[in-house]
């Protein structure tokens, strides 16, 4: 029958930089079979079992079964159901029960439930939290100075083993050129600036600019300039709209102003190119 030779008495609460700890409850068992005593569980914090001595074995959701050597601790996130399973040879296992909030700032908390190898601070800490002494560390700490070293170890040992987040993968240049260039080419240039079409592909005009440069060897507000002067030219060529319809289906304020765009990226006017464009459809009467 297993036997607890240190249990928390009182609940303690504390701050770890953001995150608010509450630790609920807290025990060191010896025995050889706590699954006599459990039955198959899932709770609203997170739990450590912590193998002091012998080996932890449990089984988790999907019948998945969790070994936790001597040394080592697992921590088990709120909500998974777990239970040491039967013929486990626990030896003493240090067994803590604490809830974070908020939660979203755990940094270990992608890591659960995995096992980790206890720190030597982690395993003094320990011994001095059950009673055992270490050298090096004083008796007279309190048991909650000594929590809060020990859960902020915890939390260390957690965040340092958690695998690298791999980096993003980079859309290809290419890619990346041809969405710009189907967005200018969409709008026909109108009423889309440099700012605005960075914030529709999720990048920054610097780096929008960049890519057209590198790319295109010209700069986000020529390639738009470039696709509103092409639609201009293709209603005038095309079509026998008045000056003053095509100004305004191409964003410009009136006539004049895109006479002023127009000429000074061509060299000519308005009428003069219209002239040289005679085989558009007749003028409507």
Known sequence: MS?????????????????????????????????????????????????RTGTVVMELKDREILTVPQGCFALIP????????????????????????PLSDFAPQSAFPAIHTASPACRALLDLIIGCGTPGFSKALPERALFEAFTA???????????????????????????????????GGIGL???????????????LNRIAVKACGTTVGEMIEKE?????????????????????????????AMNRFFRRRTGVTLSQFRLKNPDGPKKRK
């Not at 609460?13 to 899932?42: M, Q």
């Not at 600036?193 to 780096?207: F, M, N, Q, S, V």
Request: include cysteine; charged fraction near 30%.
């Open 3 to 51: 036997e607890a030779s240190y249990m928390l008495k009182n609940p303690l609460s504390f701050k770890l930089n953001e995150v608010s700890v509450d630790v609920l409850r807290a025990k060191l068992v010896k025995g050889e079979n706590e699954s006599l005593l459990t039955r198959r569980a899932k709770h609203s914090f997170f739990e450590l079992e912590y193998a």
């Open 228 to 256: 509103k002067q092409k639609r201009v030219e293709t209603l005038l060529a095309s079509t026998r709209l008045s000056l003053k319809e095509i100004a305004s289906l191409c964003g410009f304020s009136d006539q004049y």
């Open 193 to 207: 600036g440099a700012k605005e079409l960075a914030a529709r592909l999720g990048i920054t005009p610097r780096h």
């Open 78 to 101: 709120p909500d998974e159901y777990h239970q040491v399973i039967e013929d486990a040879d626990t030896g003493e296992r240090f067994i803590t029960a604490f809830s974070v909030q």
């Open 153 to 187: 170890e915890l939390m260390a040992i957690c965040d340092a083993d958690r695998p690298a987040v791999p980096p993003k993968k980079r859309t290809p240049l290419p890619t990346r050129t041809k969405m710009i260039s189907e967005q200018i080419k969409n709008c």
